[in-house]
Structure formats: C-alpha cells, structure tokens
C-alpha cells in the first residue's frame, strides 16, 4: 500500500460515526442497568456485585471492555422515567431493566435497543413479550413467578398454630398491576383449604400501618416494589399487631418477619447475565425465550414465631432452606 492509499485509509476511518467505531473488536460495550429500588443499601450492592461477577466469569470486565451505567429508581415513577431518559441518551448496546416499572419507562422510548429483564412477573399479560417461548420485540428475560407460588404462600400460612381463619392479601395497585393474576390463584386455593381470603390494598403509610389492626387473620404480602421499599413499616404493622405474615422475598425475613418462599434472585441476576452475554456477542432478544424461575428458597424465623406467640409444624421446618433461630 503506497502512501497515497495509507492516507486515503485512514480518512475512511476518521469519517466513521461514533456509533461504528464502538462495534470494532477492541471497543468497550455499554450496558445500561435500571433498577427499580436504590442502590445506595445492602440489598442494591448485593445484586449489583452478583450481577458483576457473572459478567466477568463471561468476560466483559467493568472498565475494561464494558462500560456499565448504574441507574436505581428508590421506588420513585417519576424518578425512574427521568432515569431512562437519560440511559437511552447514553446509547447502551444492551439494556438492563429489574422490575416491572423499569421495563414499562424503557420500553416506551426504544423498540430497537435490546432489553433484558428480571423480577417482572407475567411479562405476557402485562404486554412487554408476545410469548414466552418466542418474545418477538427487543426484549427477553427471567420471571420471578410461575403459577403454584402464590397458592403455596397460602399453604405455609394455614399451617401454623394456631390456625389463621382469614388471610389478608397486601399489595400496591399502582406498582403491582399483575396483582390480580396472583390474587385469583390465592382465592382458589383459600376455597380449596376453607380459609377466607380478602384483599388488602395499601397505597402509603397509613393504610400499611392500619394492617396492626387485622388481627382476626393473617397476611399474604405479594411481590411488589413498593412493598419491598416500605418493608420497615410493614415489619413494624406486623409486629405491633402480632399478625402472622408470609411475605414474596427472605429479605423481609433476614429483616424480622415470619417466613418467606421465594425465587432465588441472585439466580436470576445470574441467568440475565448470560443472555446480556449472548446479546453482546451478537444474539437477538426476540429469539432468546422469557424463563420463569428454577430455584426457590423456604426461609423461617424462629425468633420471630416466638414474638408472635405461633408454632411453626416441624414438617414445614424440615423444608426450610434456612431457618433463623
């Protein structure tokens, strides 16, 4: 190549957009994370720190070949719309959504860079993928339900002594629009087992402390976000009222609650990250199915059944994954 073509060459180059230049081999990838709660506590460093390390073990390395913007919402709507403003600005190869709001403010400002999500529940009603099998779109990810779950809640609640005659499903409207899928399960199993089930929707802290007062029943607490976020109030009402409770995360029982039966999140985070792999290396979205969970976790508190003057059967003990004494 002569000097004249050496030239030539590297104008070509020079001339190329940003956005080319970043897909050449050597160029770090972008992934944007938008998470619904803060990151700024031990549960946000926990996940972000899985997610991390399941990266590497792929090899995309922070600060090395991927760039990661972190965005976490604090269970603020309008706080998370501004955010994934501001990460679709950022141009990402890849986006990253955990819980259903994120994926609802990213999704409604791209149809074209792909999404990865986790912790949404029935991503198909809610209308984010045509179907598990084959999402269609820009967007794939893991489920944090599948259909048994909610009425196995139900089950764990009925089983201590003494006996709980009505159970009182908790969960925001405004944050848990899949709220219905799970209530009409939980009922059918209340009808099956004789127990009344009653739903109790909270909205701020006034109504969640008013749940000390239900003290003719028990409570179910659905996943939802903003009950993740108001746990300390729920704990409180809980503990105040001496209401029996099983709740969708061990996190509340890490926290003082009673018992939880969850998916295991860190799994999830896990699993994402291979498909954000498979997506950097060139997959589609559209053609990566949506999966529900494969691993549960029984967590009971013994501390907390003593505080509450309940007995949990040595059956459901012997299930437990982890029992705090």
Do not use: C
């Amino acid at each position: 190549m002569n000097r004249r073509e050496i030239l030539a060459f590297l104008g070509t180059i020079t001339a190329l957009p940003p956005s080319a230049l970043a897909q050449q081999p050597n160029a770090a990838r972008r992934l944007g994370v938008l998470s619904v709660t803060s990151a700024d506590n031990a549960i946000g460093h926990e996940r972000n720190g899985v997610l991390v390390e399941a990266l590497a073990a792929l090899g995309w390395k922070e600060q090395d070949n991927l760039i990661i913007d972190w965005r976490s919402g604090s269970g603020d709507r309008a706080r998370i719309a501004r955010l994934a403003e501001e990460m679709i600005a950022l141009k990402p190869d890849v986006l990253f959504a955990v819980g259903t709001p994120s994926v609802e403010e990213l999704r409604s400002r791209t149809t074209t860079t792909p999404i990865v999500f986790a912790i949404v529940t029935d991503p198909v009603s809610q209308g984010f993928v045509e179907n598990l099998a084959r999402p269609g779109g820009n967007m794939t990810g893991f489920t944090d339900y599948d259909g048994p779950l909610a009425g196995k809640w139900l089950e764990m609640l009925m089983q201590i002594s003494p006996p709980v005659r009505r159970v009182y499903v908790v969960y925001n409207p405004a944050t848990a629009p899949f709220a219905p899928l799970m209530l009409g399960t939980v009922e059918e199993a209340g009808r099956a087992l004789g127990v009344a089930v009653e739903p109790a929707p909270v909205h701020d802290a006034a109504s969640i402390a008013a749940l000390a007062s239900r003290k003719d029943g028990g409570l179910l607490v659905l996943p939802d976000f903003f009950t993740m976020i108001h746990r300390t109030e729920l704990l409180t009402a809980v503990t105040e009222g001496r209401v029996p409770a099983v709740f969708w995360s061990r996190t509340f029982v890490d926290e003082g609650g009673l018992m939880s039966y969850s998916t295991d999140t860190a799994e999830q985070l896990r699993r994402a990250a291979s498909y954000i792999d498979r997506i950097l290396r060139g997959a589609r979205a559209a053609d990566l199915p949506v999966q529900n969970p494969t691993k549960f976790e029984l967590v009971i508190n013994l501390k907390a059944a003593r505080a509450l003057g309940v007995t949990i059967p040595s059956g459901l003990l012997a299930l437990a994954h982890d029992v705090i004494e």
